[in-house]
């Protein structure tokens, strides 16, 4: 066990794979040369060549569409989308493409494609650079959906993401590349699909993922000094969804509360809380209660944009009075 | 040939206010007191300057995450840009959109945009518009080089030449992408060889000479405004400054870039031009330095004064506020 960083985190995952099957190549723009806007690919094309960690042109519909094109043909490609807004260029590759191709042509082919999106508020980096979209492609049958909170999951999940034979969308928040914690040694892998118990509690069940699972944990420490015990679940996968997790939990806590940077309306909290109304809803004490931005775009000033965002406090204030 | 003076002391005055502006925004950026990215148009001057010059103020354009320097060129005011900058609520957008997306519509600058290649099909939309309104202005799309590698350019060419429309593409072939060079990304060594592919007429010229940009935009905006349809301008410049303020520019020998300053800015470039042909004296341009200078100086200490936007503000402009206006 070592204390590194996410970013560092992602690039042994990388590398590792890389490393083990060498049908794995990565491309986007300013990966190679640069390493990364986040320096999350530094040191690959020394270790594995130009050809298997490539720069591309700006050209995201081409990048993406190839990549489809490229798994069909039997490698195993990475494709870093730079920020997250951006796949919304790549939309028709995604959307109808890379995630329809298996069952539309009744599995004589798979679909071994990994989506890295670094998403997420940083400082002021305003409406089109800014966003969670993770919710779009919860909607989408096909796709698979991680998003990692801590450098451990970000590794044995890309891990995971790689060796896994279908489409994955790997959302890894921009503000969590610098954060460091630690990562097993060894060849740990994080299977997609399972979410983890963060810290057991019987009062109230707090389910997140990416960056605000670190404010729920923060939170999860001062509500232990109110007396208030809470359970919290780091999702880690949305699409395939542990509803079994879930379900477990708020069996025993009877209170849920689901927390997420984007926005409220129509996000992975909606769908939870429908899930949990639909089965558990005579186990429940008080109303499911959500946490997510407001219905607006991410705004410049940072006047404006530190209301969009959920802070440990408002977790704490939330979880308190469901608990009343 | 010869030049207006009036035209000649605009052009260097627009120029200076782009490259002081510039220089103001990255020394605060530095500091500390900008939020969000800041992406610098300085070097590139004469392209926004040499081009804008020749549009009317009901001509429109669209711009890039580099953005600053258009609006300038188009009229916009330096405090309303250095507010936006700094996310207060005098801000061209109130504070809710900052450098990457500065928008003045008063003057037809229908907004920089953080999407690479998001412009171009906003400018056809804008050419298009003219003819339901039976009105004759003009759009003038800005992108880079990079730019010019998304699907959305080759759609918009042709949609613009398809329909004949009244569009200036204008390439700022800065050589770099980000932090990837030119060639790596291209095969062809001109974007504008591009625009045969659509049947639409181009032209290359040198972007650090404001005057040779100017001439030859005259002629291809009185073009496009005699009905003959969109045209492909390409400015070869160069990136003086990192993609960003703060790059650490790993990816180019600063050799390189110092070299590309000293002989080849266009400020300078213009200034020894017209000394050496008696078209201006040096003191009329140490004035204009001086006066734009202290006008911008006077911008940032208002915006560092100006109040951010209010809570409240965060809902309001989602949706139009007002009903629809009946234009019967
Ligand atoms: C669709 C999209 N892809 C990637 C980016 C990230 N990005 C911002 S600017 C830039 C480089 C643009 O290069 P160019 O068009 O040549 O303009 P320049 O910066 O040289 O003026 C990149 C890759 C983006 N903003 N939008």
Redesign the interface.
Known sequence: MRDISFSEATLEAMSEEMERDSRVFVMG??IA??GGIFGQFRGLPQKFGFDRVI????????IVGAGVGAALAGVRPVVDMHFA??IT?AMDEVVNQMAKIQYMFGGQCSMPLVLRAPDGII???????SQSLEAWFMHIPGLKVVVPSNPADAKGLLKAAIRCNDPVLYFEHKALFATKGPVPDGDVVVPIGQAKIVCPGSDVTIVSYSLMMNKVLQAVEKLADLGIMAEAIDLRTISPIDKAAIFTSVAKTKRLIIVHEAIKVGGVGAEIAAMVAEEMLDYLDAPIVRLGA????V??????EK??KIETVDIVKAVQQICR | MSYDTELLLRLYRQMAKIRIFEEKAQELFLAGEL???VHLYVGEEAIAVGICENLCQNDFITSTHRGHGHCIAKGADAYRMMA?LY??RDGY??????S??IADFSIGMLGA?????GGYNLAVGAALAGKILQQDHIAVCFFGD??S???TFHEAMNMAAAWNLPVLFVCENNQY????PYR???AVQDIAVRAQGYGMPARIVDGNDVLEVYDTARDLVEWIRAGNGPMLLECKTYRVKGHYVGDPE??RPKAEVDHQFASNDPLKRFAQAVISREWLTERQLTNIMAETAELIDQAVSMARKAD??A?C???TD?YAEREVQDHA
């Not at chain 1, 705004?299 to 404006?304: D, H, K, R």
């Not at chain 2, 945009?113 to 290649?117: D, P, S, T």
């Open positions: 723009e300013d040369r640069q720069d591309t042109p700006i050209s995201e519909t081409a807004d951006f260029v400082r002021s980096a305003a409406a089109q650079h407001p219905f607006v775009p705004p410049f000033s940072p006047a404006l209301l969009v | 939020p969000g990215f936006e996310g207060k957008c109130k504070g809710k959109g900052g990457m997306h945009n953080g999407v690479v290649g990079g730019a590698n998304r699907g992408a980000s932090t990837t790596m990304t291209t790993l990816y951010y936007p809570a503000e965060l809902f989602l």
